[in-house]
């Protein structure tokens, strides 16, 4: 019988994991929530309006920075608890950037004056791929990247306009301008001194997952139309100003975290 001591999960609030989550607590196996994605006051998986009991949640929680604890509350975990251990996979291409994808934007800049790189998301797929393409049409100077989280067969009439599945989304980064979405967290991922987040607020969503993070970084926009959306593209990258989204060195934080547990 394998009796492991440590049960790591990605989305502590899925049905599956709040279950293997109850079963470890009663069995006293340490139980830890890497974050997955977001976690803003959008997400109120991590602060329960009232104590419910923390039967199903996790005994610790690592996040991607500091940032992120004013969105936990004692409902759902003790401070204590959260680690910040940044994000291995993008401080890895952060590192060594892909040099295909480097080339093919180097030679998309000989034509276009911005690169934006579009991050699609399945609830608002059909909203943002509307968008695009009247943006595109009103900005011919610029080339827009389309990247889906499930690949399906869109017919983007710009030339502008590329639909791209043969990179890595992370791989874009700190290649691109802009980067368009609805609320998705590679917006984030992507904001340096050169590039800036762009945010369709549908369904107001991005109002409800990113408000408090537009009112703390200067380089995030949420725009209500495609109008406010251009306006923001054409804006030039100003010096990043705003809290640090990403802790460095997730090795050793991780590491630094497992000597603490055992």
Request: proline share 3%.
């Amino acid at each position: 019988m394998v009796r492991p001591k440590v049960v790591f999960i990605n989305c502590g609030y899925s049905l599956f994991h709040q279950a293997l989550i109850y079963t470890c607590n009663i069995k006293k196996i340490e139980t830890v929530e890497l974050q997955h994605g977001l976690i803003t006051a959008g997400h109120i998986q991590y602060s329960p309006n009232i104590n419910i009991g923390q039967d199903t949640f996790p005994k610790h929680l690592l996040t991607f920075s500091n940032y992120y604890s004013q969105f936990i509350n004692t409902h759902f975990i003790c401070p204590l608890n959260i680690c910040p251990i940044g994000h291995y996979y993008r401080e890895k291409k952060i590192k060594k950037s892909n040099l295909a994808c480097e080339k093919m934007v180097m030679d998309l800049r000989n034509k276009y004056k911005k690169i934006v790189l579009v991050a699609s998301q399945d609830i608002i797929e059909k909203e943002l791929i509307s968008s695009v393409q009247k943006i595109a049409v009103s900005r011919p100077e610029y080339c827009f990247i389309f990247k889906q989280r499930v690949a399906s067969d869109i017919n983007f009439q710009p030339d502008n306009v590329i639909l791209d599945e043969k990179y890595n989304i992370y791989d874009f980064i700190n290649l691109v301008d802009c980067n368009l979405s609805c609320f998705s967290t590679n917006v984030l991922e992507s904001l340096s001194n050169k590039t800036i987040g762009v945010l369709m607020d549908f369904s107001n969503l991005a109002s409800e997952y990113y408000g408090q993070i537009k009112k703390d970084c200067n380089t995030v926009f949420i725009c209500k139309t495609n109008e406010d959306a251009i306006k923001a593209l054409d804006l030039e990258a100003d010096s990043y100003r705003g809290p640090s989204f990403y802790a460095n060195n997730n090795k050793q934080n991780v590491e630094a975290f497992l000597n603490h547990l055992s």
